[in-house]
């Protein structure tokens, strides 16, 4: 897993997300696959949520 990770902008109003969670996809799809995390299996992917408006964002860790 990314241990430092960008911050995410809320793509709603502009503030700064939190990261709270992080979820291993496996069984990736082919383009995923290129981005696969060998040793465990798949993808990770990274929950973030906004403090200022409560909307939820992911993206592939990075």
Same mark, same amino acid.
């Given at each position: ?25 496996? %069984? ?10 060998? %040793?465990? %299996? ?11 408006? %409560? ?8």
């Amino acid at each position: 897993m990314s241990a430092a990770s960008k911050t995410m902008i809320c793509p709603k109003c502009g503030a700064t997300m939190s990261r709270h969670a992080e979820k291993l996809i496996q %069984g990736p799809t082919p383009k995923e696959a290129r981005q696969a995390e060998l %040793g465990l %299996g798949g993808i990770v992917l990274e929950m973030h949520s906004c403090p200022a408006c %409560g909307a939820n964002a992911s993206r592939l860790a990075m």
